[in-house]
């Protein structure tokens, strides 16, 4: 379950609605998402918070496929929508029924009393052509069939600072709503409200929302020196049962579990730098088995195809766990119970360092609204003083010397989200285990602070079986399917792999799987390989290409390197971007002949770069820009052009 945290609403000048709206006391205010990876879904649990705690009651949260399409939009209710942006502007799964009956079925109709508006998630730095497409287009759709936009379309850039963008569409949806409740459409002139840990000066507690607690749980707090929210229900702790940490949530289960379905309990077999002379930021590589050791698994072991996802879940460092439980002065052995708080966002009868540990994400900054709090003042500029220095909760608290409650830490923060990584073993090879290929994140912060990146953190200390440490030779993963991510049916039809630094992961797999049918009998058509690493130090699985190579696996390979090659030496430094530039005519022609082609890397910077590259070379062929844009789109709708990219 994810964290709903209460929003703070910073308010600027009033937006006034084209039209005066009055939501219906009986009526709803809708928030209806589309997410992919989870983030759509956790804004819109928390402008439900926010909603209701600005006194608005009969919100509803609604994923757009929990009602048949034609049922989505209700006349007279307030539909505010969350729309996230995948791929190349293609709707997340659980939106495409309904986006595909509101822009194709002839038959879609609304009722001209639906209000709405819309937000967008996106990504301007990977895919700046079709950046917030699904938003924009939602938007337009909506309005075309007669319904009562509220407030203009907003788009937030998780290239940028989207927790920022999502603040000021909120504060602004609100004060709309404000606006419209007085019924005059003038300004209002009430004061900002603030949410905070600790009383402001001057303000009346009559008029501040007490959370409910039974007499019992108060009698506790009396008893306790821990700091106490005055905004979020009291959360429970029960004695200390033992000092043992749990390393896993396996034991929770029905609807107190952690996990998603099928996550296993998997056992790292080994974990090695790739290459050493590339310093502490080398590429690894990790294999896991698949042999399930949970003990109320159903199977035995997981399987997977080739090109799938491997989903890994992480847990924040003890020593960062610690410094938490400090600050918060709690017994970290404390047990969360069963407190009947139905608000509570994370598993019961868990103890707070577990908690700690296992649910929240401790290192992410915190939203602008908890920032606020944190700092008791409104004047922020999010972006900042808190998104690119990346401070996180701990370093806010420190700096403005506030005494936070475990209440205002667990209902405020980022919740954990378990990490993908793209499998980079052939299922033919290796039907048993999978291989990943990371590298750390380690990096200072413009404020002077030191930043491990929590998974790839957590990976590169797994791996001590031989040593007998069970808890660290394990980790809860599971796969996730990628069906849109596969070689082709047909060995012979031509195949062009384009990747860089850890994009190479996937890539890996395919020629390891090409490996493997050569070895089986079969027959290749044409593969080039353009791949792309950081320097000649950093470049890994040299033996793995040469092999492809001699048997045919691949006909042809470029390696390229954004720095360290000298004027006397063979390799070539530039970026792959350019490189497939330089091969514009060789990759029009692999296309013309049918040829697919993997794009695997970042997205934010590689996959931009490869994208613009690919224009620019349709763009040679006389087509104008909206018509490589759409070729481009095309070439990915029928499968010729699959990506697997990430940040």
Not at 124 to 136: L, R
Not at 431 to 447: A, C, E, F, G, K
Request: net charge negative; with cysteine; charged share 25%.
């Amino acid at each position: 379950m994810l964290a709903r945290p209460v929003l703070h609403v910073l308010r600027g000048p009033r937006q006034r609605f084209s039209s005066s709206i009055r939501p219906n006391p009986t009526g709803a205010i809708r928030i209806l998402y589309g997410s992919q990876t989870g983030t759509a879904q956790l804004f819109a649990n928390q402008l439900a918070e926010g909603l209701e705690d600005k006194g608005l009651k009969n919100v509803i949260v609604q994923a757009l496929d929990e009602k048949p399409p034609n049922e989505i939009f209700s006349p007279g209710d307030l539909h505010l929508v969350l729309a996230s942006s995948t791929g190349r502007g293609e709707p997340p799964n659980n939106a495409r029924k309904f986006y595909d009956w509101i822009m194709n079925d002839p038959s879609a109709k609304l009722d001209k009393n639906v209000n709405f508006a819309v937000f967008g998630l996106g990504n301007k730095s990977a895919h700046p052509n079709n950046y917030n497409v699904v938003g924009k287009r939602l938007d337009a759709r909506l309005s075309e069939m007669g319904a009562h936009r509220i407030s203009d379309i907003a788009l937030g850039d998780d290239g940028g600072c989207i927790e920022g963008d999502f603040d000021e569409w909120v504060g602004n949806i609100i004060s709309n709503l404000a606006v419209d409740e007085k019924g005059d459409g003038e300004e209002s002139r009430e004061a900002p409200v603030t949410f905070s840990s600790s009383p402001i000066e001057g303000e009346d507690e009559q008029h501040k929302p007490q959370p409910r607690e039974n007499p019992e749980v108060a009698e506790l707090h009396k008893k306790s020196k821990r700091p106490m929210s005055k905004n979020h229900p009291s959360v429970v702790l029960g004695p200390a049962q033992s000092h043992v940490v749990r390393r896993d949530l396996f034991h929770l289960s029905g609807s107190n579990r952690f996990y998603a379905e099928n996550t296993e309990k998997l056992q790292v077999l080994d974990n090695i730098i790739l290459t050493p002379d590339a310093g502490e930021s080398a590429l690894r590589e990790i294999r896991v088995s698949l042999k399930c050791h949970h003990a109320d698994t159903n199977s035995e072991e997981l399987s997977y195809t080739t090109g799938d996802h491997f989903v890994v879940y992480p847990r924040n460092s003890d020593a960062i766990v610690d410094a938490y439980v400090h600050m918060l002065r709690v017994d970290p052995h404390a047990i969360i119970t069963d407190n009947q708080n139905e608000s509570y966002p994370y598993p019961r009868g868990i103890t707070v360092s577990e908690t700690l540990s296992h649910c929240v994400d401790l290192g992410a900054p915190p939203s602008p609204s908890f920032s606020r709090m944190i700092l008791g003042r409104e004047d922020l500029d999010y972006v900042n003083d808190i998104a690119n220095p990346r401070r996180t909760v701990i370093d806010l608290c420190l700096q403005a010397g506030t005494k936070l409650s475990l209440e205002d830490l667990l209902y405020n923060a980022i919740p954990m989200k378990p990490r993908y990584y793209s499998i980079a073993s052939s299922s033919i090879k290796s039907p048993d285990q999978v291989i990943l290929v990371y590298r750390p994140v380690r990096y200072m912060t413009s404020n002077g602070y030191l930043r491990e990146g929590i998974c790839t953190s957590y990976l590169a200390h797994k791996g001590a079986a031989q040593r007998g440490l069970d808890d660290t030779a394990f980790l809860p993963a599971l796969v996730s399917p990628n069906p849109t991510f596969r070689l082709p049916r047909d060995t012979q039809t031509p195949v062009m792999f384009i990747g860089g630094g850890c994009g190479v992961a996937p890539i890996r797999a395919f020629i390891e799987e090409r490996l493997a049918l050569r070895s089986m009998g079969h027959e290749f058509g044409p593969a080039i390989l353009f791949l792309g690493f950081r320097n000649p130090h950093d470049e890994v699985y040299q033996g793995l290409v040469q092999e492809a190579l001699e048997v045919g696996a691949l006909t042809e390979s470029e390696i390229v390197y954004s720095s360290g090659c000298n004027t006397r030496g063979r390799c070539q430094q530039m970026l792959v971007a350019d490189l497939v530039r330089q091969r514009g005519e060789k990759v029009w022609k692999h296309i013309q002949d049918g040829g697919h082609v993997y794009l695997c890397g970042g997205a934010r910077t590689f996959g931009a770069a490869i994208e613009a590259a690919f224009l620019d070379i349709f763009q040679e062929q006389n087509m104008n820009f909206d018509e490589a844009n759409g070729y481009l789109r095309e070439l990915g709708d029928k499968g010729q052009l699959a990506e697997d990219l990430s940040d």
